[in-house]
């Protein structure tokens, strides 16, 4: 008896554990690849590609709404040994309302993103210039009534990190 509860008892965590799998993958495109690695251009904006893995149509909210507007956050980890966390400022919006983005199983969307100075907690990039930086993308939704309303999936996920570094063609 003991072992069936505890058969039980693990055959139900790991139903727990799949079905609260992220239905998505994020992955950050390299924006060129040399023989010492990746690099990421100063000038260029950095895209992320935000994968729906899994069987059914996933929701997300669009970016231009305030729902969907400071979903990404970028993780970089600095040669001089410091983390930062960069997210586009904080805006007032004179039109909103939450618009989504049906992302179908297999398909993706893509985020292009210019780091300029619409990001907050952006350490200015040029101090690092050839040196080699990691960098990590978030994708996070926060449960909302709207998000409930649309059946928006709420949740986070990570990319792996990316090795790169940082050049200015200027």
Not at 3 to 19: D, M, P, T, Y
Not at 50 to 61: G, P
């Amino acid at each position: 008896m003991k072992i069936n509860l505890l058969c039980a008892a693990s055959v139900l965590l790991l139903l727990c554990r799949v079905s609260s799998a992220a239905p998505f993958e994020l992955t950050i495109v390299p924006q060129r690849h040399l023989e010492n690695g990746e690099i990421i251009r100063i000038d260029n904006p950095v895209h992320l590609i935000l994968q729906n893995t899994s069987d059914t149509d996933q929701k997300i909210f669009e970016t231009w709404n305030s729902w969907g507007y400071q979903a990404i956050s970028l993780i970089f980890d600095l040669p001089d040994g410091s983390q930062e966390t960069a997210r586009v400022k904080q805006q007032r919006f004179t039109r909103n309302f939450p618009s989504t983005f049906q992302i179908a199983p297999g398909s993706f969307y893509v985020f292009s993103l210019t780091l300029d100075e619409r990001w907050e907690g952006l350490t200015d990039l040029k101090k690092f210039l050839h040196q080699k930086i990691k960098l990590t993308a978030v994708y996070e939704i926060g449960e909302s009534e709207e998000s409930k309303e649309h059946k928006v999936w709420v949740g986070k996920e990570s990319s792996e990190t990316l090795t790169a570094q940082i050049f200015d063609p200027k």
